[in-house]
């Protein structure tokens, strides 16, 4: 009777261990589709101000369950109604991988964490924006993300996660016009006799109109050349503006930043500085257009493991590997370990079932 209940123990264990994976496998893909969830917003710290004075945005992030790289804050708003003085980055982002740039209705920056052991996560400030009040709106007048806002994730389903952004509205009230400098008009007194001409209307396209229009083919691409890897450095390549100026990022335990400059083909490469220890790590590209001061940025994870050499990529349009972590290898000891008590188990039961 002993035997038969150590022989019925053993079946038992023996069943358990690939219902124990099942529901493991189970939790990973409903971790996988958690993902991606981050938004951003903007947030004005009043509801209204007089012409001529200056507001201040805050940018911020709520990253839901994901971990995140770099953010880059691309922002629109009419020109008439607003002159944007500064962007710069705040608290839950400390490092700036583009500086921020403003000019006739946008404002870019791109921020990053600190490292990847110490990501972007939760909600908070990431960015600064402060613009100058130049006319009064009859209607509130609206601050808005633009297309190529992204934010790059670390170990994601996805490369981008960032799922929906919330603009920003102000009204601007009549003030002082004496401040508005720029926006002063001289006049030429016009002789007497002299016929008047109908002065032109202006006319103003509304802030969606101008901004909706078909977004151009990107320039930049990334790749990171699995076959070329040696030593832990992997080969980041790509194209671009010819002429452009790339920052890349390899997000590791301590970020390594290269700069190089596209050649008059537009490509580029590089390779890390300093070799990488097998993991996934998050690379982060922005390129910074020569002539006309825009910038655009991609984002690439890639895994390296497996000895010297072995390396698994998915580029900034497929989906991002898991993190790097010992759960596939606990889970495969596991099953190994339990079989081998199994096996163990029936061996001993048949044993004392024989002799008995």
């Known amino acids: 009777m002993k035997n038969f209940l150590l022989l019925i123990t053993g079946i038992i264990i023996f069943i358990s261990v690939p219902i124990v994976v099942f529901f493991f496998g189970q939790q990973q893909e409903l971790r996988k589709k958690a993902a991606p969830a981050t938004t951003l917003s903007i947030q004005p710290n009043v509801t209204s101000v007089p012409v001529g004075e200056t507001v201040i945005w805050k940018i911020l992030i709520n990253t839901g369950e994901n971990k995140v790289a770099s953010v880059k804050v691309s922002l629109l708003f009419d020109q008439t109604k607003f002159e944007a003085q500064s962007i710069t980055n705040s608290t839950l982002a400390p490092r700036i991988l583009n500086q921020g740039t403003v000019g006739l209705g946008t404002a870019t920056i791109t921020v990053a964490a600190q490292n990847t052991t110490k990501p972007i996560t939760g909600q908070g400030e990431i960015a600064v924006l402060r613009i100058k009040a130049l006319s009064p709106s009859s209607a509130p007048v609206t601050v808005q993300f633009a297309p190529d806002t992204f934010a790059a994730g670390i170990g994601e389903q996805t490369v981008n996660v960032l799922t929906g952004t919330e603009p920003g509205s ?16 001289t006049t030429t007194p016009v002789p007497t006799g002299t016929p008047l001409s109908p002065t032109p209307t202006p006319t103003t396209k509304p802030l969606e109109s101008m901004y909706s229009q078909p977004a151009t083919a990107s320039a930049l691409t990334l790749s990171i050349d699995t076959e070329a890897t040696r030593g832990g450095k992997p080969l980041i390549h790509g194209t671009a503006t010819p002429g452009a100026t790339l920052t890349i990022v390899v997000y590791s335990v301590t970020p390594q930043t290269i700069v190089v400059t596209a050649n008059s083909s537009g490509n580029w490469q590089t390779t890390p500085m300093t070799a990488l220890a097998s993991g996934t790590y998050t690379v982060v590209v922005t390129a910074l257009h020569p002539t006309a001061g825009t910038s655009e940025t991609l984002s690439s994870s890639f895994t390296i493991g497996g000895g010297i050499g072995g390396a698994e990529v998915t580029e900034a349009t497929g989906e991002a590997l898991p993190e790097s972590g010992s ?7 596991l099953i190994l370990g339990s079989t081998l008590i199994v096996a163990g188990t029936i061996s001993f039961a048949l044993k004392h079932y024989e002799y008995s």
């Open 327 to 333: 759960a596939k290898t606990t889970l495969i000891l």
């Open 170 to 185: 102000i009204t601007i009230t009549g003030g002082d016009q004496s401040a508005l400098s720029s926006s002063s008009v």
